[in-house]
């Protein structure tokens, strides 16, 4: 085991794909180009068609498979799950750089997905039939801020951003863990943990009507901006405290 990093004077970002900032910025500018699309009207006959169809075709047994298989996306467990892998890498390596990735994950979810939703204050599709059992025509614009706020935190859609941003945070932290074992996690396996929940739980969160289309769309969006942004930082080499140095060693790179 290496027992020491040699911390670059700049660290160097880590590489993603597709290679470049060129998709960031289209992940972020499809994100401004939605929104403004909705909050100028647009859209909004294909999320109603979406829901409608939603509505007519969710017999009992379909309702309850979606609604099991979207607890995929629940951020808090999801956050406690990342956490507990960096606790357990943490102490299996002595670093204390695992805790880095649930930490920074936490804060960058925190800081944008729950502003955008008290700033859009959007309703959700199920609003026209439970409180506060709004016209449904009522439902489907933005900037509805006279509304109470927990009637009104649609866009975007948080379980798919969170699913995104912690499954990818959970497969970071886990090759290395199990690496500690001498195991290893096959690379299709570690793409299965990144893409399938996120895109479970996009249809389900869509086809219970807890969430309008045009809410998920924006929710991969962001979600995918995050996760890029995440799997950049140069978790081995980023400056730490120097009371930290007993507990500064590398995880991403281990052994």
Not at 188 to 205: A, D, E, Y
Not at 231 to 236: A, I
Request: aromatic share 10%; net charge positive.
């Amino acid at each position: 085991m290496r027992e020491t990093t040699t911390v670059r004077s700049k660290p160097l970002l880590r590489p993603v794909r597709p290679v470049g900032w060129w998709f960031d910025a289209l992940l972020l500018a499809g994100l401004v180009a939605l929104t403004v699309a909705l909050a100028n009207g647009h859209l909004f006959g294909l999320d109603r068609a979406v829901a409608d169809w939603s509505d007519a075709h969710r017999p009992a047994v379909a309702y309850w498979v979606a609604r099991i298989l979207n607890y995929l996306g629940q951020g808090t467990p999801l956050t406690l799950i990342a956490a507990g892998l960096g606790v357990l890498l943490a102490v299996r390596l002595r670093s204390v750089r695992p805790l880095l990735p649930p930490v920074v994950a936490f804060a960058f979810t925190y800081l944008t997905i729950g502003p955008l939703k008290v700033w859009t204050a959007r309703p959700a599709p199920s609003a026209a039939t439970r409180e506060p059992f709004l016209p449904p025509e009522q439902t489907l614009p933005l900037f509805q801020d006279d509304l109470p706020l927990r009637f009104a935190q649609s866009y975007p859609s948080g379980h798919v951003a969170n699913a995104i941003v912690w499954y990818g945070v959970i497969a970071l932290l886990l090759a290395p863990l199990l690496r500690c074992y001498g195991r290893t996690i096959p690379p299709r396996l570690v793409t299965v943990v990144r893409i399938v929940p996120p895109l479970v739980v996009l249809c389900t969160t869509t086809y219970l009507g807890w969430h309008w289309l045009t809410d998920s769309v924006a929710g991969l969006l962001l979600g995918l901006l995050l996760d890029r942004l995440l799997h950049r930082l140069p978790w081995d080499d980023l400056p730490l405290p120097a009371r930290l140095r007993a507990w500064d060693r590398p995880f991403t790179s281990y052994p």
